[in-house]
């Protein structure tokens, strides 16, 4: 197997959790329920631990790209920097998102949940960018 193989099957879920996460908070900020809140705190949290394993597993792949025609070194170095950036984005997110879970009596106020939503939409904004440079690397019609 490729140790590129466990990156390509993990690194869809943080970028599929933040907009879950993104959808969750829009509806606890439209009903204002603490059970709504509690689901988009939580997927913030879930999507910041898949981005670790995410950019853990995207160690390792680099090498087997080694030798590969049309494969560009610094496509894969830009895509490393862009998803540390947005795996350390994403962890502040995540612990950011345990505060209303212990205070509570915070967790479905307005305010807070729409500061949440606006965070958890950067949080797209970072995966989506970083997911293009990660797909440029072997998606070349990607960069035209």
């Given at each position: ?41 939580v997927?913030?949290?879930a999507?910041a ?70 965070v ?7 995966f989506?960018?970083?997911a ?6 072997r ?5 035209r």
């Amino acid at each position: 197997m490729s140790p590129a193989y466990p990156h390509l099957l993990v690194n869809h879920l943080p970028v599929a959790g933040a907009l879950v996460a993104s959808i969750l908070l829009a509806v606890a900020v439209r009903r204002q329920t603490l059970e709504g809140a509690v689901y988009g705190y939580v997927a913030l949290i879930a999507t910041a631990l898949l981005a670790i394993v995410a950019f853990v597993s995207g160690n390792f792949a680099p090498p087997a790209l080694d030798g590969v025609p049309g494969v560009s070194r610094d496509h894969i170095t830009f895509h490393q920097i862009t998803a540390l950036a947005t795996m350390i984005v994403s962890v502040l997110a995540g612990l950011l998102a345990a505060i209303p879970l212990v205070l509570t009596n915070i967790a479905a106020r307005r305010g807070v949940l729409i500061a949440y939503l606006i965070v958890s939409i950067g949080l797209d904004a970072a995966f989506a960018f970083t997911a293009s440079t990660g797909g440029a690397i072997r998606h070349t019609e990607l960069l035209r």
